[in-house]
């Protein structure tokens, strides 16, 4: 082969040669910038994913805040009323006392086994004279028993023995008391000169609602 054809088939290889070196440094860097694309799309996708739920977190306890002022806005116009209501007012435990706190006093917040054993003996037997307390238990529940129960009360057995005309009154202030008084169970005997009236009933109350404040976090 003639020299001149020797050095225009060497120049075509080197030609061919480095074409594909070009193409492959092109592919590289294709691929290599394809790689870098997909790794930065996942990683916003994920950040779009994760902030997406950090704004409906907010967007969720944004409503819940506007939805409590709205109650707590509700909650003072009803206590305007009731500080208004008459019936309220006819009832009160003292001139001091405002009709809010009549309604407290109905339904108390915390058990208390002592004051409800001391208030059936004061304001109600040794309000009505004649009347002789013959035996009074109020039970405590305990702190298990008021977890698992849907209803809170204090139970308790009086014996009062007296007149009929005593024992009479005495069920009309039970009646007409503030606080609520439930009878469940009552047994009238009559002996040795004597009425005597034994009395089960329960008292409810209220166990106060706590209100917690939690840090939420959201997970990516």
Do not use: C, W
Request: net charge neutral; no cysteine.
């Amino acid at each position: 082969m003639p020299s001149g054809e020797q050095d225009v088939a060497i120049r075509k290889r080197q030609q061919i040669d480095s074409s594909k070196k070009t193409m492959f440094f092109f592919v590289a860097g294709a691929a290599f910038l394809a790689g870098v694309a997909l790794v930065v799309s996942i990683f916003l996708i994920q950040q779009i994913i994760f902030h997406s739920k950090v704004i409906a977190t907010k967007n969720g306890t944004v409503s819940t805040l506007h939805s409590n002022i709205s109650n707590a806005k509700e909650l003072k116009d009803n206590i305007r009323v009731l500080e208004t209501n008459d019936a309220l007012k006819s009832v009160k435990s003292s001139d001091d006392s405002s009709p809010l706190q009549t309604i407290l006093d109905a339904l108390p917040a915390e058990p208390n086994a002592d004051a409800l054993g001391a208030a059936l003996q004061q304001k109600f037997i040794g309000a009505v004279p004649g009347l002789t307390l013959e035996s009074l238990t109020v039970d405590a529940a305990s702190a298990g028993e008021r977890e698992s129960s849907s209803e809170s009360a204090h139970k308790f057995n009086l014996s009062v023995s007296g007149a009929p005309d005593k024992l009479k009154e005495l069920m009309e202030r039970f009646e007409k008391s503030i606080r609520v008084i439930e009878i469940t169970a009552m047994e009238i005997q009559a002996g040795d000169g004597k009425v005597v009236l034994n009395i089960q009933g329960k008292v409810p109350y209220n166990p106060a609602q706590a209100i917690t404040l939690e840090n939420k976090v959201v997970k990516p």
